[in-house]
């Protein structure tokens, strides 16, 4: 079994991955294209990705990769993000005289305000994860750079937290999507069914989008999110991204027949359990 994550080790994604597989069954990727890459080619079978923050809201890179590369979603889990600021032990008595920090761009968007009243004119450098950053400054114990991540980072790479849970707001959470062919089980207590549809609206015209959501309403059908992204060819063009929780019976078949018979283009890209993890990780 290999399954990709956005790493190196220590990484939030990598969190949520231990959640389903082995630490021996995991492969860090760099980013998002070379992790969904290597799901397309079949180098790896699963790969954990953030989709979506309580402060940041969706991970954009993610959903428009998903809409180019059209994986399958297997499960789904909900973990709580905690963010710490870390340096080398070297600077931990001097962490107010930190010159530069680095980070992923959701961590530096989730300690915003933080940022904003301890460092307000500090160069930022932004990286392909939040490990990257804890590993940077390991790689540079002479200068005084700071990262923002989580504890496993700090503790992978020998680092001091200085400052503890910097996000924004308390109640911070990430999902995470897994992706792959082959349906998952897992023994996690499982909260609900969820399904997620990709479609693009018929023709461009008044109430074209209130038709489309008009079938789900009909059947009852409980939306938990919907969302627009640009489909990257000309100005105008756009994809809708629904999440909905499944319905016991046959409604959604009913709905999605009613839908391609007025040629909307559907695809549904994961009819998944959303699970409750393992151990609470920050």
């Known amino acids: 079994?290999?399954?990709?994550?956005?790493?190196?080790?220590?990484?939030?994604?990598?969190?949520?991955?231990?959640?389903?597989?082995?630490?021996?069954?995991?492969?860090?990727?760099?980013?998002?294209?070379?992790?969904?890459?290597?799901?397309?080619?079949?180098?790896?079978?699963?790969?954990?990705?953030?989709?979506?923050?309580?402060?940041?809201?969706?991970?954009?890179?993610?959903?428009?990769?998903?809409?180019?590369?059209?994986?399958?979603?297997?499960?789904?889990?909900?973990?709580?993000?905690?963010?710490?600021?870390?340096?080398h032990p070297n600077h931990a008595q001097s962490w107010q005289e930190t010159e530069l920090i680095c980070s992923h761009?959701?961590?530096?968007?989730?300690?915003?305000?933080?940022?904003?009243?301890?460092?307000?004119?500090?160069?930022?450098?932004?990286?392909?994860?939040?490990?990257?950053?804890?590993?940077?400054?390991?790689?540079?114990?002479?200068?005084?750079?700071?990262?923002i991540g989580s504890r496993e980072a700090a503790t992978q790479f020998d680092l001091q937290i200085v400052k503890e849970e910097i996000q924004s707001i308390d109640n911070n959470e990430t999902r995470f999507w897994l992706l792959g062919n082959q349906p998952l089980i897992s023994d996690l207590p499982q909260e609900k069914q969820k399904v997620t549809l990709l479609f693009d609206l018929a023709m461009d015209h008044p109430g074209a989008l209130y038709q489309c959501l008009a079938f789900f309403a009909a059947e009852k059908i409980n939306l938990t999110k919907i969302e627009s992204r640009t489909q990257k060819t000309q100005l105008g063009e756009y994809f809708f991204i629904i999440d909905l929780e499944r319905p016991q019976g046959d409604q959604l078949q009913s709905v999605l027949q009613q839908l391609n018979a007025q040629h909307f283009d559907v695809t549904l890209i994961g009819d998944y359990p959303t699970y409750i993890p393992k151990i609470r990780k920050s």
């Open 105 to 147: 761009p959701q961590a530096l968007a989730q300690s915003q305000l933080f940022l904003m009243n301890h460092f307000p004119s500090v160069d930022i450098e932004q990286l392909g994860s939040t490990t990257l950053g804890a590993q940077k400054v390991a790689q540079n114990p002479d200068k005084k750079y700071a990262a």
């Open 1 to 87: 079994m290999k399954v990709g994550y956005l790493g190196p080790k220590g990484s939030f994604t990598y969190s949520a991955a231990t959640n389903f597989f082995a630490p021996e069954e995991l492969m860090s990727y760099d980013s998002l294209p070379a992790l969904l890459e290597a799901l397309r080619s079949g180098l790896i079978e699963y790969c954990m990705v953030p989709i979506e923050n309580t402060i940041e809201g969706s991970v954009l890179p993610t959903l428009d990769l998903i809409f180019q590369t059209l994986p399958t979603i297997q499960a789904e889990i909900v973990l709580p993000i905690r963010q710490q600021l870390m340096v």
